[in-house]
């Protein structure tokens, strides 16, 4: 086994599985609301990668935000070229799990993403969330333009004054300019709408951001 240290540290790239030049078939049609989860999107929108553990239930979260259009999941932040879930479950793709969402930014402000993104998981607990354990549940926002990095940093500076107020610990979510965004299976995509009682374990500190 090419890594076999703790799940919880990022492989160096040569450490990092092969993967595929082919991407994974999806089907191009958001499961709740019929959109498309695959370019091309209407011109007016804007897209956002956020990783918050796991991608099912953070997926829901946003398809539910009016000003939403779509919503799909996927893996990003890593190195393996079109990764399978088992594959970015063995830590050893440096993926971690992220929903793509695309959202009209006349009818949802950029602030209103990111209170639902700090308020919904724990943003502290660097290589898991809660008990899902390893690089793949890592906290992360990886933004589409200059704008949105700026937003980006600035929420996590005043999430942090909030945390430390309440005696809570630094954060270590990671926010960078999105790179390749690998679409997940298509059973993985809006997996609680089509599985209702399916596993579901974020949560968040019960800290408010405003």
Known sequence: MIFSSSKQSMPRPDQALPGRDTP??????????????????????QQVLLAMGCFWGAERKFW???GVYSTAVGYTGGYTPHPTYQEVCSGRT????????????????FVDL?????????????????????SQYRSGIYTTHDGQLA????????YQTKLR???????????????????????????????????????????AYA
Request: negative net charge; aromatic residues 10%; charged residues 15%.
């Open 24 to 45: 994974m078939p999806i089907t191009n049609r958001h499961f709740v609301n019929g959109h498309p989860i695959a370019e091309p999107f209407p011109e007016q929108v």
């Open 114 to 134: 990111l209170q639902l993104f700090w308020e919904s998981h724990n943003p502290t607990q660097g290589m898991r969330q809660g008990n899902d354990i390893g």
């Open 165 to 207: 107020q309440a005696g809570l610990g630094a954060i270590t979510t990671e926010i960078m300019p999105a790179g390749i965004f690998y679409y997940a299976e298509d059973y993985h995509q809006q997996y609680l709408a089509k599985e209702p009682q399916g596993y579901c374990g974020l949560g968040g500190l019960g800290i």
């Open 64 to 66: 539910q935000m009016p």
């Open 94 to 109: 440096g993926h971690t799990e992220a929903v793509k969402v695309i959202y009209d930014p006349d009818k949802l402000a």
């Open 151 to 158: 937003a980006a940093n600035a929420s996590k500076n005043h």
